[in-house]
């Protein structure tokens, strides 16, 4: 690793240092495939695990509470009104529960923030089969699951580190990108299968089904404890800028979040893609367009992932994370540019690809360049990063498009991506330099 960045990479709970016999150089289609070598950790094995089952349960929920609303008011406005009463909740908890995470014991904090999660996914589920019927408490409800979201997923990122060695880590994050990515395509088309069949409410109740085993399965994991007695710190807004502060301090970390903020806030055109498919590609159904753009970038992320061996083990993360956000631009711009709805198509999965290339190298070097007791912080901050930035690129899109023209504000997006993303390489060279 890059000492200038460096930190411990403490490997615990059956994180044994490497193997040579498993880290040799795989032959055949193999070398292709998925590194799955952390899956021979067995904490990580369990903690993977609980992730296949909430990837799509969680999904349920997600196609659930937006139906309902629609149901119940009939107004597109309540249902993205909705939206943003789960954001705030979410990046306020996110980056307090980063800094909670530093604080405690992470399995600890993971075994309470499911259980709640777990207890609001039933209240959903009493509240419709009551017909309550009230956006009100929809709102509500989603904005508690979504606090515990937030103090959940920095503690769950952040525990990645203890788990596996740092060679890893790359690989590590592949799998759990590629489930989730996978339970996003898998999550939607089930729930709209299962709907007609057992009805809405029955979704929020096998989602809470679901993460009595996530329960178990965090149950399962060793204590993670902080190191070198964090735990006399005290969780509050001090330690909050503290993390802020570190990452200021340390260029790579900034990069990486950096990169991210580029490729979302002024790459990211879904809020484009009804337009684009009413208007944009002659001869095609308009639902037939507008599924197949929305379902291309996580196709993409999730072949990605299953073929993440021909990238997992590249050592120079930095320069990994600078070409997949090229590629997302280069790709995002050619498909602003296509007039044909499948060269359109593979454009965005060749996107996929590469934004799952980003997330797991970004997602590597906040885990290694970063000491124990941050890694819960810069996870906050990341859960943070990636679930505002979309957000961002839906306003900032939406309004472009109505100004210039959709394809117009697709295709100079991506561009943006690339001429910004290779500006601040070359300008600041810690990311170009990192490598483990």
């Known amino acids: ?23 040799g150089r795989r032959r055949g289609w193999r070398r ?65 529960g980063g ?26 589920w009493v509240q419709a089969v009551t017909g309550m019927e009230s956006v009100a408490a929809l709102m509500l409800l989603l904005a508690l699951q979504q606090a515990f979201w937030g103090l959940n997923a920095p503690a769950r990122n952040a525990s990645i580190a203890r788990l596996v060695p740092e060679d890893e880590l790359a690989a590590a994050n592949a799998l759990g990108s590629t489930v989730m990515q996978t339970g996003q395509v898998v999550g939607p088309l089930l729930a709209g299968a299962l709907i007609p069949v ?24 060793p204590a993670l404890p902080p190191l070198s007695g964090a735990g006399v710190r005290r969780a509050g807004v001090r330690e909050v800028m503290a993390g802020f502060r570190y990452i200021a301090r340390h260029k790579v970390l900034l990069l990486s979040f950096l990169a991210d903020i580029v490729a979302m806030v ?23 367009a507008l599924g197949l753009l929305f379902a291309a970038i996580p196709v993409g992320a999730v072949a990605g992932g299953v073929f993440s061996g021909t990238f997992s083990r590249a050592r120079r993360h930095g320069w990994m994370v600078i070409g997949a956000v090229v590629v997302w631009g280069v790709a995002i711009a050619g ?9 359109a198509v ?10 799952m290339v980003s997330m797991v190298f970004r997602g590597a070097i906040l885990l290694s360049a970063a000491t124990d007791e941050m890694r819960g912080r ?55 330099r990192y490598r483990v």
Request: glycine letters at 12%; one cysteine or more.
């Open 198 to 221: 057992v009805g809405l409410a029955e979704l929020y109740l096998i989602d809470a089904l679901a993460l009595c085993v996530t329960v178990w399965a965090v149950h399962r994991l």
């Open 1 to 23: 690793m890059d000492t200038s960045e460096s930190s411990e990479s403490g490997t615990e709970a059956g994180a044994k240092g490497p193997d040579p016999r498993q880290g």
């Open 266 to 288: 002024l790459g990211m055109p879904r809020a484009l893609f009804p337009q684009l498919a009413a208007e944009g590609y002659a001869g095609h159904g308009e639902g037939l």
């Open 346 to 355: 593979a454009f965005l999965v060749v996107a996929g690809v590469a934004d």
């Open 32 to 96: 292709w495939a998925m590194d799955t070598r952390p899956l021979r950790r067995p904490a990580y094995r369990r903690l993977w695990s609980s992730t296949i089952v909430t990837a799509v349960g969680s999904q349920l929920t997600a196609v659930a509470v937006p139906k309902q609303i629609y149901d119940i008011t009939g107004s597109s406005a309540w249902v993205g009104a909705a939206s943003l009463a789960g954001l705030l909740p979410l990046i306020v908890f996110a980056l307090w």
């Open 99 to 124: 800094a909670v995470a530093d604080t405690m014991d992470r399995r600890k904090l993971l075994l309470i923030t499911n259980t709640g999660i777990a207890v609001t996914s039933l209240l959903f």
């Open 378 to 432: 810069m996870q906050g901050v990341f859960t943070v990063v990636v679930a505002g930035g979309p957000r961002l690129a839906d306003v900032l899109h939406g309004g472009a498009g109505s100004a210039f023209g959709a394809r117009e504000a697709v295709a100079g997006g991506g561009l943006l991506v690339v001429v910004v993303m290779l500006a601040l390489a070359a300008a600041v060279p810690a990311l170009r």
């Open 335 to 343: 498909f602003g540019l296509s007039s044909s709805l499948w060269l």
